[in-house]
């Protein structure tokens, strides 16, 4: 099992960005999935979730009206469409397939992780 994440890159502030995170040896259609943050001396962090069936979502209440999160189950993959990004959205973001059907914000519900891909806002 395979998450490979994408799509960020260096920003001005204001600016928009799409993740996205391509699962590859088995679906993921029965597990929520979650894009996570970790910035330089932070600890990772929850930014959204959703649904095994999209019907719901869970964002960050730093991020809500911001970002949103998506996923395209013909494609296995999970997108997070950032909008009006701030320099303190920098950090290295990471996908996750979550062990549950439903949203979850904490990190021991998530057993299989991306990559990451570097974003960085610029003020």
């Known amino acids: 099992v395979q998450l490979q994440a994408y799509g960020g890159g260096l920003v001005q502030a204001g600016g928009s960005l799409r993740l996205s995170c391509a699962a590859s040896g088995r679906t993921f259609s029965n597990n929520a999935m979650g894009w996570f943050r970790q910035a330089p001396g932070k600890e990772r962090e929850f930014v959204a979730a959703i649904s095994w069936n999209a019907d719901n979502t869970y964002y960050k209440d730093s991020v809500k009206g911001r970002f949103t999160i998506s996923r395209a189950y013909y494609k296995n993959t999970v997108y997070l469409q950032m909008n009006s990004l701030k320099p303190e959205d920098t950090a290295v973001y990471y996908c996750?397939?979550?062990?549950?059907?439903?949203?979850?914000?904490?990190?021991?519900?998530?057993?299989?992780w991306g990559q990451g891909t570097q974003v960085t806002v610029s003020s």
């Open positions: 996750a397939t979550s062990r549950y059907a439903y949203v979850r914000e904490s990190v021991r519900d998530y057993n299989n």
